[in-house]
């Protein structure tokens, strides 16, 4: 089947995670784009049908329009491995690794990516005494960051110090958390398309905040509350640096299709690598798409592209 050959897509949406809304923004885009193109789609809510409705539609690919556990964990993934369903995106291990902060941390540190130092804190540690360890390991400015959430959700950052513990109680509501020193920066996303055999990097796409703000999820997914500037005003040297970053960080972790790494770069340009997302945002302020249409892939051949990759498996 070519790339131009007409085919059934069920695009998955929602769910349980707290990022169920975005995901189903997402899934409305891909649906436009993907009946553009010629395809006929339909989409589905991620629930506890959506297994015998897969089965009793019989789709050519499955797109998983998914964001945070349990789409983008490794957890559905496995659903459409049992079907034996072809679906874009990365396969269980691929999906479950990079979802994993820590796990990721340690693949990038053993292929030599530049990562921040980190502590891991349980939901059932004491939090008073977590907070002097991490006051004594990695000073009082930190980042706190849920292991396996997306979107910034449960992010706290203390850029100026402050209660740790209180901080780490809010965080791990949402489960286990890792904790890095807070590195002043400016905020920098590469995302990376498979096409065939070939990795291509997108440009460097600096986000502007308002002062004294950050990509938090309102900022992430309200028109007009973020800058996105393509390329970023950045050295060669540094740009090249930033999406060989991306591209090792892909293939380290096993991905397939498409990713987006998040960096931060410091006013002497150093780099440190946050996370890589393995289902980026397909919404009209997301980035990955950005991104794209800058390397020849508008939204429409994007999805396209998506779709007739997993078609190829």
């Not at 440190?272 to 892939?297: H, K």
Request: glycine fraction near 8%; hydrophobic fraction near 40%.
């Amino acid at each position: 089947m070519n790339q131009d050959s007409p085919v059934f897509v069920v695009i998955l949406a929602g769910g349980p995670s707290a990022e169920a809304e975005v995901s189903r923004n997402s899934a409305g885009q891909i649906q436009t784009a993907l009946a553009a193109a010629g395809h006929t789609t339909q989409v589905i809510e991620l629930d506890h049908t959506c297994a015998q409705q897969l089965l009793s539609l019989e789709p050519d690919v499955v797109f998983p329009a998914l964001h945070g556990p349990p789409g983008e964990d490794g957890t559905v993934q496995g659903m459409l491995e049992m079907l034996g369903l072809p679906y874009v995106g990365s396969d269980v291990h691929g999906s479950a690794v990079a979802m994993d902060k820590a796990i990721a941390k340690g693949l990038f540190q053993r292929h030599g990516l530049p990562v921040c130092p980190d502590i891991i804190v349980q939901p059932d540690q004491d939090l008073n005494s977590a907070a002097a360890e991490i006051g004594q390991r990695l000073g009082q400015h930190v980042a706190i960051k849920p292991l396996n959430q997306g979107s910034a959700i449960g992010v706290k950052l203390l850029p100026n110090g402050g209660d740790i513990a209180s901080a780490l109680a809010s965080s791990l509501i949402h489960g286990p958390c890792l904790v890095e020193p807070f590195v002043a920066g400016r905020e920098m996303t590469v995302g990376v398309l498979q096409v065939g055999s070939d990795y291509l990097a997108h440009p460097v796409i600096e986000i502007r905040t308002p002062e004294n703000q950050w990509y938090d999820f309102e900022h992430r997914y309200t028109p007009g509350h973020s800058e996105h500037v393509m390329p970023a005003p950045l050295s060669q040297e540094l740009t090249q640096q930033l999406q060989q970053v991306a591209l090792t960080a892909h293939r380290c972790l096993g991905l397939r299709d498409l990713s987006r790494a998040d960096f931060i770069a410091t006013e002497n340009d150093e780099i440190y690598l946050l996370e890589v997302n393995t289902l980026p945002g397909m919404t009209p302020t997301s980035l990955y798409p950005e991104g794209a249409a800058a390397i020849g892939y508008s939204f429409e051949a994007l999805v396209n592209r998506l779709v007739h990759n997993a078609l190829q498996r």
